[in-house]
């Protein structure tokens, strides 16, 4: 079993800058970010896989770079340019080698205030 760990969440103004970390504790296939503001849906933020083709949700594209460092099992996530929409929790996702269900990390909270 592997165990995603978020860090990096906060406060921020809009316009500012956050850096979202994940480590993973085995090894795993592609990575993404995922969001849930409060009643809505999760929705998918940006993935990479391990060979590093990037997918970008539309309301993020331009603002945030997602990027993974395999040999440390670490996803990232550089967020500029940050709008209130984009507050929410954000969630750290993995593929399993091999395919089956999906990992989880706990959640992080970014708040962006106006």
């Known amino acids: 079993q592997v165990q995603l760990v978020e860090s990096g969440g906060g406060l921020v103004q809009a316009g500012g800058s956050l850096l979202l970390s994940c480590a993973a504790s085995?090894?795993?296939?592609?990575m993404g970010w995922y969001r849930q503001a409060p009643g809505k849906q999760r929705d998918v933020v940006a993935t990479?896989?391990?060979?590093?083709?990037?997918y970008y949700a539309d309301s993020v594209k331009g603002r945030f770079t997602i990027s993974r460092d395999n040999a440390k099992n670490t996803l990232y996530l550089q967020m500029s340019s940050l709008k209130p929409e984009d507050t929410a929790v954000y969630y750290c996702?993995?593929?399993?080698?091999?395919?089956?269900?999906?990992?989880w990390g706990q959640g992080t909270q970014v708040t962006v205030s106006s």
């Open positions: 990479i896989t391990r060979g590093g083709v990037k």
């Open positions: 996702n993995a593929a399993r080698i091999g395919g089956g269900k999906d990992y």
């Open positions: 085995g090894y795993v296939n592609a």
